[in-house]
């Protein structure tokens, strides 16, 4: 039978006992491939949605994302196996995972260069200039009401017209790819420090006042553990815009190494297994970046609400 005719076959009532079951065999009738991909992700849904609904430890929250993670690996790769995908357009996971173990010296140099020199340095720099301006905001109404805004038109301005000016001014090495990061984490920073320097109630500050306690002595003691919430939400924020910065920052401008350089060079080649490669190694990244925040946060705010799951 042709295709045009295996999509008109009608499929009987009873053989449509749920919406789950009906998609597969609708994919089977009209490919059997559609049909084999939609049965793997109709069997690790269900799989979730048991282990979500009825575990509620440690384990249970870790397993599920781990699951769900593997399940679209799987799709991917039987979708491109099953359908011939050219690598050019889409690799498969395996052939990823092959690049990424032949290059594993020269994805390591592209780390150091983008992660640990550009992003780390331009985070860190970037975040602590944030915190310290916005205690000089809090302590001054002059900065308040003059610096916020000007803060607001500089985030304003788009990265791909900043940073090939900043590659200009600081050179093609790792300083200008910080450059670009500080300012793209300033005014995130900036904004949710501000803002956390407020959040501490009117009676709260009132009674350090009766206690006679000097601008700095509220500081430390009341008005910076009232902020480390919002200081480490704007500290998350960050961590993705300063991966981001790096990479694009080195499509303008870089050594020959680098996360941004390698997909620029890696794109002309028609290498795309290297291109998720790279990709893969700033995702690895990202999200062990932000974990680590996240970790230190809830060490430091465990008195929190938001961490007690109050």
């Known amino acids: 039978m042709s295709a045009a005719g295996a999509s008109r076959v009608a499929l009987p009532g009873w053989a449509l006992p749920g919406l789950g079951a009906g998609l597969v065999a609708l994919g089977f009738v009209l490919d059997w491939r559609l049909g084999a991909i939609l049965a793997i992700w109709l069997g ?25 993670g593997f399940t679209l690996l799987g799709l991917w790769e039987a979708t491109v196996r099953l359908y011939e995908v050219s690598p050019i357009i889409l690799p498969a996971p395996s052939s990823i995972a092959a ?13 150091r260069q983008t992660i640990l020199k550009g992003a780390l340095s331009g985070y860190l720099i970037g975040c602590a200039a944030a915190f310290l301006t916005a205690v000089a905001i809090d302590r001054s109404p002059f900065l308040q009401r003059g610096l916020l805004p000007v803060g607001n038109f500089i985030a304003a301005l788009p990265i791909v017209g ?4 900043l ?17 793209m984490v300033f005014f ?29 002595q509220s500081l430390v003691k009341l008005r910076l553990p009232t902020a480390l919430p919002f ?15 790096a990479i694009v920052a080195e499509f303008f401008g870089s050594p020959v190494v680098g996360m941004g350089f390698r997909i620029k060079i890696e794109v002309g ?15 690895m990244s990202g999200t062990a970046f932000y974990g680590l925040v996240a970790l230190i946060e809830r060490r430091l705010t465990f008195w929190h609400p938001s961490q007690r799951g109050i």
């Open 188 to 216: 995130p920073m900036l904004v949710n420090s501000v803002q956390g320097l407020k959040a501490s109630e009117a009676m709260q500050r009132d009674l350090m006042h009766t206690y006679a306690a000097s601008y700095w």
């Open 44 to 68: 690790a849904w269900a799989l979730n949605a048991v282990l979500a609904g009825r575990a509620r430890g440690a384990g249970a929250r870790f397993l599920v994302p781990v699951i769900f």
């Open 269 to 283: 080649r028609l290498a795309m297994d290297m291109v998720w490669a790279s990709i893969a190694v700033a995702a």
């Open 162 to 165: 900043t940073a090939p000016i």
């Open 99 to 111: 690049t990424f173990a032949a290059n594993t010296e020269t994805l390591w140099a592209d780390f």
């Open 231 to 245: 200081v480490f939400n704007g500290l998350k924020i960050c961590t993705t815009l300063a991966l981001i910065g």
């Open 167 to 183: 590659v200009m001014w600081f050179g093609f090495g790792w300083q200008s790819k910080a450059a670009v990061v500080v300012a």
